[in-house]
């Protein structure tokens, strides 16, 4: 991929104003002594005038999180948007929120109400919780479960997590993890719980599940399915899988098909293991279906006692990359990240070594095409991809500082731009405002009582 230097507007505001380091002034928003953790999400309000996050007491602390809180991006005023009422050394614990795009709604996880030391707060005892904030007290539960059979169709019977809106507010995509399939692997010895990842969709009137004493029954208000087949032991050379995670919406109203029409879909992870016998991990895709209540040829929405529920009738998986010839094959799987995409749908991004063994942005297109290294730094890349909401443009860190690069309408890559200075502690978690003049970002900051995740702002400069 050739690189290019004619910048589009968000990089000539950048450098055409009175700002020679082309730095983006930054900004500490918070400041109590507790985390503040964004967590890979879509953390500001509709109106871009607060961040939403949660406090857990390390990054991997949901269990003991008791509160989702917001900033307020002007004057950094924090409120709670929801508080535990019943906070416990095993949950319930809640986590990963993120905002709707258009309605001062969040969505996060929520742990068992009634966890104790025989349910405690695990990822397939957690449910999707949205909360109105025009409706204070209100307690909105994404997803159903059903964990009595017969299922139920529309309904899940485990935990879901990292909720992600669509664009249109009409779907929340989701990885998923299942409690009857756990119990099932705790009972044979087998290997059966087997992380994937799903949709849910409001249809209307929620499928109905029977109550029950013990709090595991749960009556949601959306319609939720699996997307994708995973099996414990995928034969060596096939497209099987037998995790799927970290996905991400692609697009804000899908990819473009060969035929002009867009197709809503999720990019995720699958691990695979090659002919050779190695464990890899690759970019995959899978279409979502417009009519997600209609079942698929491999089995029951619901799922049975022994079977993952089934994906729906057009869920379409596609593997979008093949690097079993490179010197480093497969996708980084550290730093931890999540794929992502651009608002027009046309790429896919991800992490992976180049022939150096550094770790690079890569893109690929929907299509499947030959994917291109984006980025050439002579240090590994730190974090995920995350897009500008309607430009071909998109963040990242490196060498411990934000960076930008653009995309060309031919498809070449702009030389990437530093747009914080280098700090001792890395930026993390970045995200963009709705309107694409901030990005929020968290970062550690010693106090003292110890380190803490604050959040931090950016703003392009005017």
Avoid at 350 to 358: C, M, N, R, T, W
Wanted: glycine share 8%.
């Amino acid at each position: 991929m050739r690189y290019f230097h004619t910048f589009p507007l968000v990089f000539f505001l950048m450098i055409a104003c009175d700002n020679p380091t082309g730095f983006w002034p930054e900004r500490q928003l918070t400041h109590a002594e507790q985390n503040h953790e964004l967590d890979h999400n879509e953390n500001f309000s509709p109106d871009d005038a607060w961040i939403v996050y949660d406090t857990r007491p390390d990054p991997a602390g949901i269990q003991q999180n008791a509160k989702i809180e917001k900033v307020h991006v002007q004057t950094g005023e924090t409120q709670a948007l929801y508080t535990v009422t019943n906070p416990g050394p095993y949950g319930p614990g809640v986590g990963a929120v993120s905002y709707h795009p258009f309605l001062n709604q969040v969505v996060f996880i929520h742990g068992p109400d009634s966890a104790d030391q025989d349910r405690p707060y695990a990822g397939h005892w957690r449910t999707g919780l949205i909360i109105d904030e025009s409706r204070p007290g209100e307690r909105i539960w994404m997803d159903s479960r059903d964990v009595v059979p017969p299922y139920t169709p529309g309904a899940l019977r485990g935990g879901t997590h990292r909720h992600q809106w669509s664009v249109d507010g009409e779907w929340i995509g989701f990885t998923y993890n299942d409690a009857v399939m756990v119990a099932l692997e705790r009972a044979s010895g087998k290997k059966c719980d087997l992380r994937t990842v799903g949709v849910s969709k409001r249809l209307g009137p929620p499928v109905t599940v029977r109550s029950d004493s013990t709090g595991k029954q749960i009556q949601g208000a959306w319609f939720s399915v699996l997307l994708v087949p995973v099996v414990p032991n995928p034969k060596p050379g096939t497209d099987e899988i037998s995790k799927a995670y970290e996905d991400w919406w692609v697009g804000t109203s899908g990819y473009r098909k060969p035929n002009g029409t867009l197709q809503r879909a999720r990019a995720f992870m699958g691990d695979l293991i090659t002919q050779e016998g190695e464990h890899i991990t690759e970019v995959f895709i899978v279409d979502v279906p417009d009519s997600i209540h209609l079942a698929g040829e491999l089995g029951p929405l619901e799922g049975t006692e022994t079977q993952l529920p089934a994906p729906p009738r057009g869920a379409v998986v596609r593997r979008l990359t093949r690097t079993e010839g490179r010197r480093y094959p497969g996708i980084s799987t550290e730093p931890r990240h999540w794929l992502s995409s651009s608002a027009d749908g046309g790429f896919i991004s991800y992490l992976a070594k180049d022939d150096d063994g550094v770790v690079q942005v890569f893109l690929v297109s929907p299509l499947g095409d030959e994917p291109v290294q984006a980025t050439n730094h002579k240090t590994s890349v730190q974090s995920m991809v995350r897009w500008h909401p309607r430009e071909r443009v998109f963040s990242y860190v490196c060498d411990n500082s934000l960076f930008l690069a653009s995309i060309s309408l031919d498809g070449n890559v702009s030389e990437p731009v530093r747009i914080t200075e280098r700090s001792e502690e890395a930026p993390f978690a970045h995200c963009w405002s709705r309107n694409g003049e901030h990005i929020a970002f968290n970062r550690y900051v010693p106090s003292g009582q110890g380190s803490f995740i604050q959040v931090f702002l950016v703003a392009q400069p005017h």
